[in-house]
């Protein structure tokens, strides 16, 4: 009986102190917004939002909703830390592998890159590349271009776009081609088990997916053009460039920053991982008579990556969560659009802060989840 | 096969590989050198790309000529093994030195030959490199943010204090040792309140109030960094035992607290602390700016901490609860006195990566208007009388902010190596 009493009593208490806070400030925030006659709803989000946003990728301007706009930010989000993903990882495994090198050198320029980007402030670092360097870069007319068609100016880098015809056509020959190396795959492992022959995967895999992209071009209709910048002069010193895909310097500068500063922490990363494998593996797999790359394909880096994803996927959350610093240049994501400019507009505290950091939450518990899912899968199985 | 090897040495005639060897190398770093430092080019004479690639090549043969396997003399051997292992490790070594020999003499001529630090205004900035002149008048800004000059006097002898009263535990007798953790758990916040309470604050005992919009700079960072690891890491100690607790109400809870705060960016907590939270108050009730960034901040750091400690509760075997529990240990006396020292030791590391990222974090405070010395760079950069000169600014914080999490790290490195105990 007292040893039952003795786990209830601290639980209730618990429960009732965290129920007593959470009662507090929900009267606190009714009587507020009776006040001031604000009523609590998600009502405002399909009214029309009448503010224009400078970088969008999609169809939008100040008729469309709150909602649509929220849309915007989070898809501009989702863009930084895509990118941010992409550099910090070439980067990231790149000095982490150099961090391991013999020469001495450049394991010590890795390693001065290590410490020296790591121990700046992000936000810092996005100022720099924001404030000072890019803003030292020309004005669109003195530009010289870059192999002919990049145009690095202050107003951003100017970049030819793709002109797609029948675009359809070649993102379904992508499938059709990614599908088939599935199949080839498991057939040639089938193959391997059941009769011992290899199949070469990799050269059919590579072949798959030129040739068949390719054949949309000669017979399925596809075509590709470039429609390069080109400088045209709007008055006497406004210059403006017609063409092309204009990125801004506000995603320069903040994929920049955030690529550069979370590659140091993926670089220790790869760093601890492939450290982590024993010595002896590797000499184990050498007396059975692999050879250097199957070595290093199929048991340093099976056992190297179980290490190194996790801390990984974590780093990416880190880069997702800090890609938020938009704000402070002015980049248009999902708090400066929603929680500043939205915010300011409709007064919504509660609901507006409340929906960008459920946006942040989900998407950091599903790559949590999917984390732990990954983890269960690949952890070592004993039997 | 002996064609093949006509350019290696081998220890018979080594040193005329050796001689001429380095004397390319020599030449492919004069010719980097000259370049670099006297902007002439000596291999004028050839086309353009020639002359550009010519110190790789020459480098890459004269590292090709000197490469063996054993040759006896120590220096040589050193070097091939380290730096001259093959080709591609010896253009990659290449490569390094020659960005290095050609970013020293920018480098150098923006930060200090170049460079201006006399005068006091604009003007004086004649020169192509920085203008530390810029630094020298905002410094006082920088450091201090808006606070008053005449009163300045108050935070520093606060700081000073404070400091002085951080190193007391270096200097006690075995008799007050026990109380060590009390004072610096306990007391020794208590008086760094008060300091900045009544001294920087003031407002009382006939000292000028100062409000704390006016509070910024380095002297701010510190403030809210100190903090900050003060709260954050009791607050996150409770939350790493409340997880791995057997009451479910009470793991729930802290489960759902430490992934709530974990899965939400530093800004939007801010930007709840400043315009979500007064509607959650009563209406007479108002709380300062800083201290309600402190809270947020401190809470969100908490989460952090909590997931490193409890790394360091699952690492420690089982058999030091039992232990605990068999000599009769309470869960207060059994925690406290057996699991957490161990468990705290095991995780000084990524304690202390938690507290580098609290003070890398603070310069977010600018979202809800507090200027501490980024937020002051901003401001001083708009300035009309000083325009143009923010790349000088993020340089000079750059350098502070690294020193300061430079110095963390290795502290904590060696902390980690004093209290390491093999079992």
């Not at chain 1, 184990?284 to 070595?295: F, M, N």
């Not at chain 2, 509070?215 to 709260?231: D, E, N, Y």
């Not at chain 2, 705060?261 to 108050?281: E, N, Q």
Request: aromatic share 14%; net charge positive; glycine share 6%.
């Amino acid at each position: 009986m007292n040893f039952k009493l003795n786990k209830i009593i601290p639980q209730l208490a618990t429960l009732l102190a965290v129920i007593l806070v959470f009662g507090f400030l929900t009267y606190n925030a009714q009587v507020n917004m009776d006040n001031r006659g604000i009523e609590f709803g998600f009502g405002f989000l399909s009214q029309e939002s009448s503010f224009d946003v400078q970088f969008s990728l999609i169809d939008y301007d100040g008729s469309h909703s709150y909602a649509r706009a929220y849309l915007v930010g989070l898809l501009n989000t989702l863009l930084v830390a895509f990118i941010g993903i992409i550099l910090s990882t070439i980067l990231g495994v790149i000095v982490g592998i150099a961090r391991l090198s013999p020469n001495y050198l450049i394991e010590r320029t890795a390693a001065f890159y290590v410490e020296f980007f790591r121990n700046i402030p992000l936000l810092l670092q996005i100022f720099f590349w924001y404030f000072a360097a890019l803003r030292a870069l020309p004005l669109p007319q003195d530009t010289e271009p870059m192999f002919g068609v990049f145009f690095l100016t202050i107003k951003g880098l100017f970049v030819p776009r793709f002109v797609w015809e029948n675009l359809d056509i070649f993102f379904y020959s992508i499938i059709a081609a990614i599908i088939s190396i599935v199949v080839i795959k498991n057939y040639a492992r089938k193959l391997q088990e059941s009769q011992g022959k290899q199949v070469p995967v990799f050269s059919i895999s590579v072949g798959l997916f030129i040739i068949l992209p390719l054949l949309t071009f000669l017979i399925g209709g596809v075509s590709l053009n470039f429609s390069i910048p080109e400088l045209e002069q709007m008055s006497t010193t406004s210059f403006k460039y017609k063409g092309g895909l204009g990125i801004p310097p506000e995603l320069i500068a903040l994929t920049l920053a955030l690529g550069l500063y979370t590659a140091t922490f993926i670089a220790e990363c790869v760093r601890a991982g492939i450290q982590g494998i024993s010595k002896g593996q590797k000499e184990a797999a050498a007396s059975i008579g692999l050879t250097p790359r199957q070595i290093l394909k199929l048991v340093v880096m099976p056992q190297a990556l179980r290490i190194i994803i996790p801390p990984t996927t974590n780093q990416y959350l880190n880069l997702t969560k800090n890609s938020s610093l938009a704000a402070a240049i002015a980049y248009p994501d999902l708090v400066l659009i929603f929680a500043g400019t939205a915010l300011m507009q409709t007064g919504r505290a509660i609901e507006i802060v409340s929906i960008t950091m459920l946006t942040y939450l989900s998407i950091s518990l599903s790559i949590s989840v999917l984390m732990n899912w990954y983890n269960k899968k690949i952890a070592i199985k004993e039997k | 096969m002996n064609k093949l090897n006509f350019l290696k040495p081998d220890i018979d005639n080594l040193n005329t590989y050796l001689y001429s060897g380095i004397f390319l190398i020599f030449i492919a770093i004069l010719d980097v050198s000259f370049n670099s430092f006297l902007k002439t080019n000596i291999t004028n004479f050839l086309p353009n790309s020639i002359s550009f690639i010519l110190p790789l090549i020459l480098g890459a043969i004269g590292f090709h000529l000197i490469r063996i396997e054993f040759s006896g003399i120590k220096n040589l051997d050193l070097l091939n093994k380290n730096i001259n292992t093959n080709t591609f490790n010896a253009v990659l070594t290449l490569l390094i030195i020659f960005a290095i020999i050609k970013s020293i003499p920018p480098f150098l001529s923006w930060f200090f030959i170049d460079a201006t630090i006399s005068g006091d205004t604009k003007e004086a900035c004649t020169g192509t490199g920085a203008c530390w002149t810029y630094i020298k008048i905002w410094l006082n800004r920088f450091i201090y943010g808006m606070y008053p000059n005449e009163l300045q006097w108050r935070i520093n002898i606060s700081f000073i204090a404070l400091i002085g009263l951080a190193f007391i535990g270096l200097l006690p007798s075995e008799k007050v040792k026990k109380f060590l953790t009390l004072y610096y758990v306990v007391i020794y916040p208590i008086i760094a309140f008060i300091l900045i309470y009544y001294l920087i604050s003031g407002g009382s005992l006939g000292l000028e109030w100062v409000e704390t919009g006016a509070w910024g700079g380095l002297s701010l960072t510190f403030i809210v960094s100190f903090f900050c690891l003060i709260f954050c890491f009791p607050i996150g100690m409770f939350l790493a035992l409340g997880r791995r607790s057997d009451l479910p109400t009470v793991r729930y809870i802290s489960i759902g607290f430490i992934e709530f705060w974990r899965g939400v960016p530093l800004i939007t907590v801010l930007f709840m602390s400043s315009v979500m939270f007064p509607m959650f108050l009563p209406e007479d009730f108002f709380m300062d700016k800083l201290v309600r960034v402190i809270i947020a901040i401190s809470l969100f750091e908490a989460a952090y901490v909590a997931e490193v400690i409890r790394g360091g509760l699952q690492a420690l075997p089982r058999g030091q609860y039992d232990a605990a529990k068999s000599l009769g240990m309470g869960y207060w006396k059994m925690y406290i006195f057996v699991i957490l020292p161990q468990a705290l030791k095991l995780v000084i590391p990524g304690i202390a990566n938690t507290f580098l990222a609290l003070v890398k974090d603070t310069p977010l405070i600018f979202v809800v208007g507090l200027l501490e010395i980024v937020g002051m760079l901003n401001l001083a950069k708009t300035n009309p009388k000083w325009l143009g000169y923010a790349m000088e600014g993020y340089v000079f914080a750059a350098i502070i902010f690294w020193i300061i999490c430079y110095a963390m790290s290795k502290y904590s490195y060696n902390l980690e190596i004093k209290y390491k105990t093999d079992r």
